[in-house]
């Protein structure tokens, strides 16, 4: 990059890297090729297993695609101590023994098992991650089985996300936001304070940046277990959940981000819900997020209300019910219609005919069991 172009006004008082103008494009393939020359003037890299080398130059070529077709940024050079994982793409599939694993060119490791392999599967790959608390390894397994998706089926439950509550169920249920971050803001604050203080390079420096690094994981840590409980638990009471195709990017640019990205919404709704409801066997499905909070849920008026109005008055057919719970019935009904399911009127509002939420279906099967068993007389 630097060869193609120079300072108006300046030049480097070493060197500079100039190369024909006629050089081909250094693309993957070509700086996997140059790899070996590489190894025979740099003999350092002898000591990094190659496949590591080859995955760090594809996220490096990974990264000046997207610069170019995609308009990301220049990619930022990784300087010591940035660098936070790197990927075996193969390891042995007996890698694993007992609490050791066994990686190329590092030998045997020890490690906290925190599940056993089950039988049947291949070790693909292992990634090694580095964070505040500690070292990690990430292991891919692969069998071939295949999963079918989940069908449409059973109660269906709209999601309204938000700020005031993080969630809002079709079925009237509300769950208020947790503030992970804003409970730790001080504590973070304070050492921020003092790393100011610090001179650079020096090991207080590094021990303060530990010290923020594992408060930082802490508060991350506590935001994914509250979403993957949440997710099962929603999981347990609905099998289709539908939530709105919105673009959290935008929201957490605007007046509220920090809120918006200390409650984590884009992380729940498009990679941890999904995930729980595919294990779970329950349909997850986006609809369009447009009018969803100014259409009345039992009669399909529109209703104009603003952010401040937090009350849902419809007036042709005189429902009132919190503005929230209103929203997730519109994204039930719309996510029903499009899976071509039918959302029947009931006298207690609008609901999929036939179907029960799960702990209600439960009941009415255990309650049926018991009336069918035989009578017990003295």
Known sequence: MNSRKCSVNACSLRSEYIIPADAP????????????EAKKTNPSLKAVHSQVLQDVI???DTAFTAMKQRRHGFPRFKKFGQFKSFLFPQIDNDAIAGNEIKLPKLGKVTINLHRPIPDGFKLKTARIIRKASGWYVSIAVQMDVSVPDSVPHGHALGIDVGLEYFLSTSDGEQVKRPRFFNQLQR???????????KQKGSSNRRKLNQKMGRLHEHIAECRRDFHFKLAHHLCDNAEMIFVEDLDFRIMAKGMLGKHT??????????????????????????????????????CGAVVKKDLSVRVHQCAE????????????????????????????????GRDLSGALPRQDRV??????SDLEKPALYA
Request: aromatic share 8%.
């Open 58 to 60: 594809g996220r490096v």
């Open 317 to 348: 057919c005189g429902s009132i019910k919190p503005r929230d719970v209103a929203s997730g019935q519109v994204i039930r009904n719309r996510g029903l219609s499009a899976v071509g399911l039918v959302v029947d009127e009931i006298a207690c």
């Open 363 to 368: 009941k009415q099967e255990s309650l049926r």
């Open 187 to 197: 504590q973070l604050e304070l050492l921020q304070r003092r790393l100011r203080n």
């Open 25 to 36: 494009y250094p693309d993957y393939y070509r700086q996997k090729k140059a790899l070996t």
């Open 261 to 298: 990205l200390d409650a984590g919404l884009g992380q729940f709704v498009n990679q941890i819900l999904p995930w729980v409801c595919w294990k779970r066997d329950v349909y997850y499905g986006k609809v369009d997020p447009n009018g969803t909070s100014q259409e009345c849920p039992d």
